[in-house]
C-alpha cells in the first residue's frame, strides 16, 4: 500500500468567515489576510494505492463552473485533478473509489465534469465507485437556506444518476472489502450533518484526513470555528473529543485546506490540545 498527496488547486476565503467569532487580531497571526481579508487555502486530496484499488480522498472544486463563480474564490496555483494524478503516473480513469467527506463544491466538485462538448456533465472518474453516506446525501439533496450555496445540484445528480453511488454503512464491510487496507470513519455533525474524516492506518501510524473538521493548523485551539459551520457548539464538542485522543495517541492529522502545512501532530498543554509539530507528509512517510 501507498499514499500519496494531491494538490489539486488553491484558492482564497474570506478570513473572518474561516474563524467564525475569532478577531482578525487573533487569527491572522498565523492566517494572514490579504488587503482583501482573503487568505489562502488550499485543496489537498489523498489517493490511496492498494494492489488493484486506487482510492481517492475528496476531489476538490473541479473547472466546470463558470468563470464568474471561480472569480469569487481567487484560485491560484495549478489547478486540476489531472495534473495532480500524472505527477504520480495516474490518471483518472485508474481511480476505482472516490470516497467523498462531504458534499459541499471544494471538497467533491471535481467528481464531475463537462462531456468534451459541455453539452451534458459526466464522472470524472468513470471507473470508480463514489462513496458517501445515505444521510448526509439526503442532507445535500434537500439543502438548508444555509448551506444551499454549497451544495450545487451539478456536483450530486450526476453521480447518482450514473449508478456509482454507494453509501458506507460500515467501511471495513463496505469500501475496504477485499482491501488490505485498515480505516475507520469519525462522522461529525457540526460543520454539515455526518461528514466523514477517515482515519487510516498506515505505516504502524494513524492518519486523519481532517477535511473541514479542522481545516488548517490555526484552527486547533477549540473556539476556532469557522463560520461556515451549520452547529458551531456541536463542531466545539466534536473537536475536543477527537483532538483530545488525536494528542494522546499521536494521530497526524492531515490537513486538506491548510496552504502552508500537510499534517500536523497535537499535544495537550495547561491550556488545552494545542499545536505541536506541523511536517511534510515525505518527511512522516
Known amino acids: 500500500m501507498k499514499l500519496y498527496v494531491l494538490n489539486v ?12 467569532v475569532v478577531p482578525k487580531s487573533i487569527w491572522s497571526k498565523t492566517n494572514p489576510a490579504d488587503h482583501n481579508n482573503m487568505i489562502d487555502i488550499a485543496a489537498r486530496c489523498l489517493l490511496i494505492e492498494d494492489g488493484n484499488r486506487l482510492i481517492l480522498i475528496d476531489t476538490g472544486m473541479g473547472n466546470k463552473q463558470s468563470e464568474k463563480f471561480f472569480n469569487y474564490y481567487y484560485r491560484w496555483g495549478e489547478q486540476g485533478i489531472d495534473q495532480a494524478l500524472a505527477k504520480h503516473g495516474f490518471h483518472k480513469d485508474d481511480v476505482t473509489d472516490v470516497f ?3 458534499l459541499h463544491f471544494d471538497h467533491c466538485g471535481g467528481g464531475v465534469e463537462w462531456n468534451k462538448n459541455k453539452t451534458a456533465y459526466q464522472l470524472t472518474f468513470k471507473n470508480a465507485t463514489y462513496w458517501s453516506n445515505q444521510d448526509h446525501w439526503l442532507w445535500a439533496k434537500n439543502p ?8 450545487l ?3 450530486i445528480i450526476p453521480i447518482e444518476e450514473s449508478g456509482h453511488l454507494k453509501y458506507i454503512a460500515n467501511p471495513k464491510s463496505d469500501i475496504l472489502k477485499n482491501s488490505s487496507l485498515d480505516f475507520d470513519i469519525f462522522f461529525a455533525n457540526g460543520h454539515t450533518d ?4 477517515p482515519m487510516i492506518k498506515y505505516k504502524e501510524k494513524t492518519l486523519c484526513f481532517m477535511a473541514d473538521l479542522l481545516p488548517t493548523a490555526g484552527h486547533v485551539s477549540l473556539p476556532f470555528i469557522m463560520g461556515y459551520d451549520t452547529r458551531p457548539l456541536i463542531t466545539l464538542k466534536e473537536k475536543e473529543v477527537f483532538l483530545n485522543i488525536a494528542a494522546s495517541q499521536n ?5 486538506e485546506h491548510d496552504a502552508e502545512h500537510e499534517i500536523i501532530t497535537v499535544q495537550q498543554t495547561e491550556k488545552g490540545v494545542r499545536l ?3 511536517h511534510s507528509f515525505n518527511s512522516i512517510f
Request: proline share 0%; hydrophobic share 35%.
Open 194 to 197: 455526518k461528514q466523514m474524516i
Open 100 to 102: 467523498l467527506t462531504h
Open 144 to 151: 438548508n437556506k444555509r448551506e444551499k450555496a454549497s451544495f
Open 153 to 155: 445540484k451539478e456536483n
Open 9 to 20: 488547486g488553491n484558492f482564497k476565503l474570506d478570513g473572518g468567515a474561516m474563524f467564525g
Open 276 to 278: 505541536d509539530k506541523t
Open 251 to 255: 494521530y497526524y492529522l492531515f490537513l
